[in-house]
Nanobody, 133 residues
């Protein structure tokens, strides 16, 4: 079982930065057995993949709209995955969710199932990010 708790959301002006954190509580397996990702859901829209990272942090993928502005990282000792968000835009406004799945899959390349909601078994409650113009 995996429990995920997000933190770090808030209200920020366009061009500002936030750092989201997801703390994991893991039983039965080690935290580094899990692939981790961040998703977001804007009002009236579906939940979309934002960034993912493999079990040891050697492989990441960010969607085009955040590449160069957001960076996903993980600390397997602290059992934390983070999303550094710079140069935020109003269109980044959403609830951001942390997700985990038991997998050693890579995040290299496009079109992978790792970028879909169905790949993940565990979800946090989400943290609100609001970017004002």
């Amino acid at each position: 079982q995996v429990y995920l708790q997000e933190s770090g959301g808030g209200l920020v002006q366009a061009g500002g930065s936030l750092r989201l954190s997801c703390a994991a509580s893991v039983s039965e397996r080690a935290f580094d057995d899990y692939a981790m990702a961040w998703f977001r859901q804007a009002p009236g829209k579906g939940r979309e993949f934002v960034a993912g990272i493999n079990w040891r942090g050697s492989s990441t993928h960010h969607i085009d709209s955040v590449r160069g502005r957001f960076t996903i990282s993980r600390d397997n000792i602290r059992k934390v995955v983070e999303l550094q968000m710079n140069n935020l835009k109003p269109e980044d406004t959403a609830i951001y969710y942390c997700a985990a799945t038991f997998s050693l899959a890579s995040f290299d390349g496009d079109g992978r199932r790792q970028y879909g909601i169905g790949f993940y078994d565990y979800w946090g409650q989400g943290t609100q990010v609001t970017v004002s113009s």
